[in-house]
């Protein structure tokens, strides 16, 4: 069963800091990123910050310099650190995992994403 559990969200004032958490079970074949994405009410979904297997971060342009992703392998878990919060940061945020397995069914490697339930942030002015 794939599970993407969650934690860290919660009401910050704005300047403030939170670090979120996503610890992910059940996955089977190749990890090729962990990440987080959110979407604010009336939005569509949108990507935060992303970080791969071996390291490598991607980071929205709106977050840069106050986000910081990082990966822990041994435990599957994924953290984003958020610093000097805004109040446009408020938003539910979702962790994804995206891997890679071969499929009998299409005899390919085929890509799948998967998701967390997603955690609510809120940043008041």
């Known amino acids: 069963q794939v599970q ?12 403030g800091s939170l670090t979120l958490s996503c610890t992910r079970s059940g996955i089977s074949g190749s990890i090729n990123t962990m ?24 980071y929205a342009d709106s977050v840069k310099g106050r986000f910081t992703i990082s990966g822990d392998n041994a435990k599957n878990t994924v953290y984003l650190q958020m610093n000097s919060l805004k109040s446009e940061d408020t938003a539910v945020y979702y962790c994804n995992t995206r891997a890679t397995a071969w499929s009998s069914y299409w005899d390919r490697t ?11 942030v809120t940043v008041s002015s």
Request: hydrophobic share 30%; no cysteine.
């Open 4 to 15: 993407l559990v969650e934690s860290g969200g919660g009401l910050v004032q704005a300047g």
């Open 35 to 58: 990440g987080w994405y959110r979407q604010a009410p009336g939005k569509q979904r949108e990507l935060v910050a992303t970080i791969t297997s071996s390291g490598s971060t991607n």
């Open 110 to 120: 085929v890509s799948s994403d998967y998701w967390g339930q997603g955690t609510q």
